[in-house]
């Protein structure tokens, strides 16, 4: 084989499952596990026709979309040096991996890397001293078992994360520190403690204070998602488009995909946005990881009273111009509000999308139960436990039919130690059905009965239950009262300071 990268892909994206009770079929989508990351082996004596290769590549085609295998060492750490941050993950032969690993290891493009030897033992002992190895392997299903778990770990085929607000006040972190398409607001009103004694000093309340700033900058994310969304124009599908062709991450988009763009530009049709989104591909991942790339308060450099000052200042700004526009949608009026973001244009295809909902449509907004099968870690599992509230942050895609949103469980992973199978079941009502949208006559796969939720939509947790040892359900429920109760909670706690 030429010591030159060579890319094996894989095109297996149906499974069949059948109901043996009534002898029926249905293919469900079935997705790599491994897209958003470049899967890259090095190793010297890699060789397709040897029965160990060839069924190595063929685990690894069952998570990966594509393999880049490399002979030669020099030509394959030039690739990594292309490829984007955080966004390679290797396996090097242990022959090798000893004197390579040190030279490597500094790469930023380099997430993880897994030593693939016949003796463990010895490897192990070297390995031990770099952070980024995940492991030593000798055998390729654990290997794979452990990038899968990797790559869970990062949330990229994930949308849909909380985040410990709790966690993120000791380690001293922004949201922003997190992988973009994990990074979602957790309300933590639980753990409010109205502050009662305005003598007290802010150094002695300042955890307390620092929650309620945190809901009230969950409030300021779903005003802003809201003004976008409500930034609509008559050209708004010719302006997202304009945009896209100038993302340099969308240079790589696929023919298909681009086709698809384009024909909803020559046609003025909105729908073809939609099949853009449901074609395979990283389309839909990258749009989310756009969408997650918002600007969110850094809690450092100012007073606990500027904070304040700030946040509350730009809700009562936001909060009009977004209530007046939310009641004229839901009236069937125009919407008149100009002045979103242009930069973005994932909020621009976003907004093109959201205007198939500005009229009432029954046929594409959707009200009532929801679900979306997935596996989460323990501790984010916790995490659904101690919040109290969610924001989407991307385009999370639903289903209203259980058992497809089972399937995605039953496809995607299988259970271990460290990962619980969870059905979160989404009830959205009558107003948050103006960030639902019911895409099945869109959609490649109309059995699927998908549902988009769009940013900006807000859900309570009403219930986490336990089903079995690796098994849970978590309840969601959304409605404009939920959104009032943590902006009320919010402000209680902030005015209790004056009390």
């Known amino acids: 084989m030429s010591s030159t990268s060579k890319n094996i892909s894989s095109n297996t994206y149906l499974s069949i499952k059948t109901d043996a009770s009534t002898g029926t079929s249905t293919s469900v989508r079935k997705h790599p596990i491994i897209q958003n990351f470049l899967v890259v082996w090095l190793d010297p004596k890699i060789d397709e026709s040897v029965d160990d290769f060839r069924n190595s590549l063929a685990k690894l085609r069952g998570i990966a979309k594509s393999i880049n295998t490399f002979t030669n060492a020099v030509h394959c750490i030039e690739y990594l040096k292309k490829a984007s941050n955080g966004g390679a993950l290797l396996i090097i032969a242990g022959s090798i991996g000893q004197k390579i690993v040190p030279e490597i ?106 929650w309620t700033l945190f809901d009230l900058d969950a409030c300021m994310y779903i005003q802003n998602i809201q003004r976008e969304i409500f930034s609509i124009s008559n050209n708004a599908l010719q302006i997202a488009m304009d945009a896209m062709r100038k993302a340099d991450d969308l240079r790589n988009l696929t023919h298909v995909v681009w086709k698809l763009l384009e024909a909803a530009e020559q046609k003025n049709d909105i729908t073809y946005f939609i099949h853009a989104y449901t074609h395979e591909g990283v389309f839909y991942k990258l749009l989310n990881r756009k969408l997650a790339q918002q600007d969110f308060k850094n809690f450092t450099g100012a007073s606990l009273e500027e904070k304040a000052q700030q946040i509350v200042g730009g809700i009562f700004q936001n909060l009009k111009i977004v209530v007046n526009a939310a009641m004229a949608v839901q009236a069937g009026q125009q919407v008149s509000f100009q002045g979103g973001d242009e930069r973005n244009w994932a909020k621009l ?151």
């Open 105 to 210: 290891h500094a790469l930023s493009q380099l997430k993880s890397i897994f030593v693939f030897c016949f003796k463990r033992a010895y490897h192990e002992q070297w390995a031990k001293d770099w952070s980024k190895i995940s492991g030593v392997y000798t055998k390729i299903t654990p290997l794979c078992q452990a990038m899968q778990e990797e790559v869970e770990k990062c949330a990229y085929t994930t949308t849909a994360m909380t985040f410990d607000m709790w966690n993120a006040l000791h380690k001293k972190s922004s949201i922003t520190d997190l992988p973009q398409s994990m990074t979602n607001i957790s309300s933590k009103s639980k753990h409010q403690t109205p502050l009662v004694n305005s003598r007290l000093s802010a150094s002695q309340n300042s955890e307390q204070l620092e």
């Open 349 to 499: 295809y976003l907004r093109s999308v959201y205007a198939l909902l500005l009229v009432p449509n029954p046929t594409v907004r959707f009200q009532g139960t929801t679900y979306r099968g997935m596996w989460i870690s323990q501790d984010k599992l916790q995490h659904y436990c101690d919040a109290q509230f969610v924001c989407y942050k991307g385009v999370a895609s639903t289903s209203a039919v259980r058992e497809i949103a089972q399937c995605f469980i039953d496809n995607t992973h299988d259970a271990s130690k460290n990962m619980i199978s969870v059905m979160f079941i989404h009830e959205v009502t009558l107003i948050s059905s103006l960030f639902a949208l019911k895409i099945s006559e869109f959609s490649k796969f109309p059995h699927e009965k998908e549902v988009l939720l769009l940013p900006g939509i807000l859900f309570r947790i009403a219930d986490v239950r336990s089903i079995s040892k690796n098994a849970a359900e978590i309840e969601l429920r959304c409605s404009l009262e939920d959104t009032e109760t943590m902006m009320s909670n919010a402000f209680a706690s902030l005015l209790a300071l004056d009390s």
